[in-house]
């Protein structure tokens, strides 16, 4: 069974601002894939960022890319000079090499204030 | 490119009445997946299909849940003698084998059992 975890319910930054969002995994699948997925406020989920994990090098996606530390089990997403419209609940999840659901983190809500 | 749909996206049902949701997943995508979200969490793994084979159940699904995909196309999601406890969001994904394993998600059916 795979878990993610992440331990910030909220944060808040100021418009233009750097922020980094928190998460961590645990899975005993070798191939897997971690995902970070944006979900504004009423409005569907949409992918942000995606990283194999037989991939050492870390995704980048224009403002956002990620921290993967395999060994430690920890994918963070960093958003440089964030704007008011990347408030949104952000998720992170995994997906085994098995090719079965998604799972989640119970989501941090992000909010940039102008 | 049309994304992923759903419908109805708002359902209010009284307790005991029997719904039915309808996904339709980008055209080319062989995979088609089903979770559940309920109000502060991340979404949860139900089922997924692979073409009109349904190759996984979560434990989450209750025998008054049916899935159907049956003509590798659209897929139906069936609640029957719903429960207050139903009432979330249903979300629908589709994803194409080989295509990096990326789910694009629909924009919910919210239910409300009362």
């Known amino acids: 069974a795979q878990t993610v975890t992440q331990s910030q319910p909220e944060m808040s930054v100021q418009e233009a601002e750097t922020v980094t969002l928190s998460c961590t995994y645990d899975?005993?699948?070798?191939?897997?894939?971690l995902f970070w997925y944006k979900q504004p406020p009423s409005r569907q989920m949409i992918l942000v960022i995606r990283q194999e994990a037989y991939k050492q090098q870390n995704a980048t996606e224009n403002r956002f890319s990620v921290n993967f530390q395999k060994a430690a089990k920890s994918f963070s997403l960093k958003i440089s000079d964030s704007q008011l419209g990347d408030t949104a609940m952000y998720f992170c999840?995994?997906?085994?090499?098995?090719?079965?659901?998604?799972?989640f983190g119970k989501g941090t809500h992000l909010i940039i204030q102008p | 490119d049309t994304g992923v749909s759903q419908d109805p996206r708002h359902k209010i049902t009284k307790r005991g009445q029997n719904v039915t949701f309808r996904c339709d997943p980008i055209?080319?995508?062989?995979?088609l997946y089903w979770y559940r979200q309920t109000l502060g969490q991340g979404p949860e793994f139900l089922t997924y299909f692979q073409n009109e084979a349904q190759l996984e159940k979560s434990r989450l699904l209750s025998d008054r849940f049916s899935a159907e995909r049956p003509k590798g196309s659209f897929s139906t999601l069936e609640i029957q003698r719903t429960e207050q406890g139903d009432s979330a969001m249903y979300l629908c994904a589709s994803s194409l084998l080989l295509g990096g394993e990326t789910q694009y998600f629909g924009p919910g059916t919210r239910l409300l059992v009362l």
């Open positions: 055209s080319e995508h062989n995979r």
């Open positions: 999840a995994s997906l085994g090499g098995g090719a079965d659901g998604l799972t």
């Open positions: 899975t005993s699948e070798n191939n897997y894939y």
